[in-house]
């Protein structure tokens, strides 16, 4: 088994998480900061809080997690950090840290895509555990659901990939945390809509599947936002509040299109190409309805669906260190990376 261990170092957005990681995909050890608590009196994340709160909590979490696992600098086959796309300040943060730590250190440094974690995430495993057999079978699809993103991707071999489609508007974890707000829930939103749905009636309220029936595989979800908001404002028309039924019927049945959309897209891909395994990843993916329509779509398909453990759905740092630690391994890394660059957004050629 592989035994490339790399350091692996994610602030792209508002949580700060550091991990090490072996190219076989074992998590040797795991820390995180979340900043939800910092965050949710805003009712979302504040681009400037972030940054400020990585400062505060990247090098404390580094040499904690080096020290508990008894760690020198020659044990280390190199460092990984997310460079693109995020946050910029954030970024900056975790990238200025990484490479004043290779240079230190002397050790080889990987800018990883932070969408590429993500595809990367659902073959990590913890200690005791047996590795994923389908890690390395190609190819793959991969159906990127987060706050920022969504994306359809054929993933062909390891750095190899071609982006099928894409969101056009809001991506679909944008939609859940926007319905949330509308309903009164608030921020994180994801989850909240989530748990209301299980309570709730799926059909009580018709709303639109966005682009289900093109030919392509693009996605678009403002006009089912804007749907929710409409709904949302009729009911409230006739009355002052919404009861807890009615916010469940309304989770319940915004969520299903969502996933009905979602599942339609996927399904049509796999028809097309016939991949070896097909995983969802991103923080969405941790939504059990979206996990069980996948497991019967795996039935019905008899292809092999991969998914990620709750705790590495979101960002993390194992994934960027998987990524990182694949990369070294395989002579992936671009000469172009011995300054790394911040990129708020990745466009296709990028993704790499």
């Not at 300040?89 to 490479?99: P, R």
């Not at 993916?285 to 705790?311: D, H, V």
């Not at 002579?331 to 050629?349: G, I, M």
Request: one cysteine or more; a negative charge.
């Amino acid at each position: 088994m592989p035994k490339t261990l790399v350091l692996g170092i994610e602030t792209s957005c508002d949580d700060t998480s550091v991990a090490l990681v072996k190219s076989s995909g074992e998590v040797v050890s795991l820390k995180k900061w979340t900043a939800d608590d910092d965050h949710i009196v805003f009712g979302g994340i504040i681009p400037e809080r972030a940054s400020r709160n990585h400062l505060k909590s990247l090098t404390p979490l580094i040499e904690k997690i080096l020290q508990e696992n008894n760690l020198e600098p020659k044990d280390l086959k190199g460092l990984a950090v997310t460079n693109r796309p995020g946050l910029i300040g954030s970024l900056i943060v975790g990238v200025t840290t990484a490479q004043t730590l290779a240079e230190l250190l002397d050790l080889p440094l990987v800018g990883v895509n932070h969408l590429e974690g993500h595809l990367l995430s659902p073959w990590l495993f913890e200690n005791k555990e047996k590795p994923k057999d389908l890690m390395h079978s190609y190819p793959q699809i991969s159906l990127i659901v987060s706050g920022g993103h969504t994306q359809l991707v054929l993933i062909e071999s390891l750095g190899s990939y071609k982006i099928l489609g894409r969101t056009l508007d809001d991506a679909v974890g944008e939609a859940l945390d926007k319905f949330s707000n509308i309903v009164g829930m608030g921020f994180p939103g994801g989850p909240k809509v989530d748990e209301a749905a299980k309570s709730g009636d799926k059909k009580a309220y018709d709303f639109p599947r966005p682009m289900m029936r093109t030919e392509d595989y693009q996605f678009s979800f403002s006009g089912l936002k804007a749907a929710g908001a409409r709904t949302v404002e009729g009911i409230l028309k006739t009355k002052k509040d919404l009861t807890g039924n009615e916010v469940n019927n309304l989770c319940a049945s915004y969520l299903e299109s969502a996933v009905e959309v979602l599942s339609f897209k996927l399904k049509k891909a796999l028809e097309e190409f016939k991949p070896k395994v097909f995983t969802v990843v991103g923080g969405v993916s941790a939504n059990s309805q979206l996990r069980s329509r996948m497991e019967n779509l795996s039935k019905e398909t008899g292809i092999p669906y991969e998914s990620a453990k709750l705790k590495y759905c979101t960002d993390n740092g194992a994934m960027i260190g998987l990524a990182g630690a694949l990369r070294i391994e395989n002579d992936l890394v671009p000469e172009e990376q011995s300054v790394l660059k911040t990129y708020a957004r990745s466009q296709p050629e990028d993704f790499r």
